[in-house]
T-cell receptor, first 114, second 116 residues
Framework: QQQVKQSPQSLIVQKGGISIINCAYENTAFDYFPWYQQFPGKGPALLIAIRPDVSEKKEGRFTISFNKSAKQFSLHIMDSQPGDSATYFC?????????????FGSGTQLTVLP | EAQVTQNPRYLITVTGKKLTVTCSQN?????MSWYRQDPGLGLRQIYYSMNVEVTDKGDVPEGYKVSRKEKRNFPLILESPSPNQTSLYFC???????????????FGPGTRLTVL
């Protein structure tokens, strides 16, 4: 079963607009929620991450909003730029124990039009 | 330059012909992992290794083998590939923090495998 559900599958935004990608999770034991950015022909790279003890984390134009009670979190890209065009994956993991095993969402292909 | 390298980057093979995809990292990371990426499914973990000679199954280990004889290398072995293993494969590595938790994972560039 898919433990992390991501939407939308694809997103087209005009330059300067706000891109919003949503994820929902089922396992309440998850305690680390990263977002990865993947450009064509490249491996995913960590973009920003949040822990459930905060409701929001902002790094430059990228913001994660986290709603623990709803078991949802989202990525907001402000002032979207054509260079932001990539596939974005949300993920979740449990950091306790001997290994952090990441469970990924299905990905969102973002296209920012010039 | 700190990096994770994979070889080959592209591979076309036939059903049943054993193959190995190599993965190497130069960051002295203890943790290494293999994922497969399929459309609509995201990345799914195949196997991971916490250190030399320590490996464990991920979510989709069937049909794959791994070994970790050296810290820097973590090859993925398909002893009898089948068409359903056609996919994009990523190797990743990270350091292990105090208490055994892993840090940010760094991904290789990917290997696109086609099994005919």
């Amino acid at each position: 079963q898919q433990q992390v559900k991501q939407s939308p599958q694809s997103l087209i935004v005009q330059k300067g607009g706000i891109s919003i990608i949503n994820c929902a999770y089922e396992n309440t034991a998850f305690d680390y929620f990263p977002w990865y950015q993947q450009f064509p022909g490249k491996g995913p790279a960590l973009l920003i991450a949040i822990r459930p003890d905060v409701s929001e984390k902002k790094e430059g134009r990228f913001t994660i909003s986290f709603n623990k009670s709803a078991k949802q979190f989202s990525l907001h890209i402000m002032d979207s730029q054509p260079g932001d065009s990539a596939t974005y994956f949300c993920a979740a993991s449990i950091t306790s124990g001997s290994a952090r095993q990441l469970t990924f969402g299905s990905g969102t292909q973002l296209t920012v039009l010039p | 330059e700190a990096q994770v390298t994979q070889n080959p980057r592209y591979l076309i093979t036939v059903t049943g012909k054993k193959l190995t995809v190599t993965c190497s990292q130069n960051m002295n990371h203890e943790y290494m992992s293999w994922y497969r990426q399929d459309p609509g499914l995201g990345l799914r973990q195949i196997y991971y290794s916490m250190n030399v000679e320590v490996t464990d199954k991920g979510d989709v280990p069937e049909g794959y083998k791994v070994s970790r004889k050296e810290k820097r290398n973590f090859p993925l072995i398909l002893e009898s590939p089948s068409p359903n293993q056609t996919s994009l494969y990523f190797c990743a590595s990270s350091s292990v923090l105090l208490g055994g938790r892993t840090d940010t994972q760094y991904f290789g560039p990917g290997t696109r495998l086609t099994v005919l």
